[in-house]
């Protein structure tokens, strides 16, 4: 439920108007030297409050570590990262207690949990649970660039308007630098004002709008995974659909393989010296489950923000009455540009739990 992996695992813990959140992250070899710099440009990456097509919700996101490291250096025990809530408004809550959201978790967890589920903000369900994933995936990523792993992602798309895709054969390493330091996170860098307005006119329209966020996966070596249950695609759509908002996950060429001829979809083999390299990567890097050498690339999409302020139909739980809700509170327009760093750290906790 809250834990995932096996060889690295993280639970993560808290709600969203609770004291805080945070993260317990195994599995790490001890000796590892933590890069707190590096870590705290991928919080600030998600951190709301910071621009405006956020939430306006400002939380430093600064983790406390409790345990598991010593003058810098993980020690080997469970490393335990805590973040304090510092800026939250549970009256803003009041009106959901028995009217549940549209499109949110207010009333399936109202059934599973008998009532009890806390609303606030969303409580265990709220995307603020996504600020210890990032530092988890921090920290794992700094693991993975022991071994030349390196991750990055990117906007892919905002409702009508894209971005540059990836090279799906050759990602360059500065392009990933690039994107892994950016609080928006574009290849084609005029596609931000486009999305920016795109994201602005459904906010003045008291509405949302969802997109979709490219990741790849760079310097995984060919032969890693495993075939049926445990094939590399299965690990990491684990992990992206823990991230809250996410509807929907594609490898490579994705859905669009299905319009293609065997011909064209398949990826030829040809020597780069001594490398076995192809010349397309429609498979995403992923055969049989397995890597092939090539960059994994995969997409996630994201649903628009549930809670708008427009009216919408919804229940009276307490009368069992039908009634219209309009949502109160601080929301994200649009959740895919602070959920780029999610994205990334989610696929380095898969990555760590498959090598």
């Not at 990262?81 to 009256?91: D, L, P, V």
């Not at 022991?146 to 392009?175: C, E, Q, R, W």
């Not at 001594?274 to 995969?298: A, E, H, Q, R």
Request: proline residues 5%; negative net charge.
């Amino acid at each position: 439920m809250s834990t995932y992996g096996n060889k690295v695992k993280l639970t993560v813990f808290g709600e969203s108007h609770g004291e805080g959140i945070g993260a317990v992250l195994e599995g790490i070899p001890a000796g590892l030297k933590l890069d707190m710099d590096y870590i705290l440009t991928q919080m600030s990456r998600r951190a709301p409050g910071k621009d405006k097509t956020a939430t306006p919700r400002l939380e430093k996101d600064v983790p406390e570590l409790l345990s598991g490291v010593l003058d810098g250096v993980l020690t080997g025990a469970p490393l335990c990262a805590f973040i304090r809530n510092t800026n939250t408004k549970s009256g803003d809550y009041s009106n959901l207690l028995t009217v549940p959201r549209p499109g949110h978790s207010d009333f399936a967890a109202y059934v599973k949990y008998n009532g009890h589920n806390d609303i606030r903000g969303g409580g265990h369900f709220s995307a603020r649970l996504t600020a210890p994933i990032v530092f988890a995936g921090a920290v794992v990523r700094e693991y993975l660039s022991t071994m030349g792993i390196k991750i990055a992602a990117h906007i892919y798309s905002v409702g009508s308007v894209n971005d540059k895709p990836f090279d799906p054969v050759d990602v360059d390493d500065k392009l990933i630098e690039e994107l892994t330091s950016s609080a928006f996170s574009v290849i084609d860098k005029s596609a931000e004002d486009r999305m920016r307005t795109e994201i602005y006119e459904a906010q003045k329209n008291l509405d949302s709008v969802g997109g979709i966020v490219e990741c790849a996966v760079k310097g995984l070596p060919a032969g890693v995974g495993a075939p049926l249950f445990d094939g590399i695609e299965g690990e990491i759509a684990k992990a992206i659909f823990g991230i809250p908002a996410v509807k929907g996950i594609e490898f490579g060429a994705g859905f669009n393989a299905a319009r293609l001829k065997g011909s064209k979809n398949n990826d030829g083999f040809r020597f780069d010296g001594d490398k076995i390299v192809t010349d397309t990567n429609n498979c995403g890097g992923i055969l049989g489950g397995i890597s092939d050498g090539m960059p994994i690339i995969f997409r996630a999409a994201f649903k628009p923000t549930p809670s708008i302020a427009a009216v919408q139909n919804s229940v009276d739980l307490t009368t069992r009455e039908n009634t219209t809700l309009s949502i109160k509170g601080r929301h994200d327009p649009c959740v895919v540009p602070r959920a780029v760093p999610v994205v990334e750290a989610a696929a380095a906790l898969a990555i760590a739990n498959i090598i």
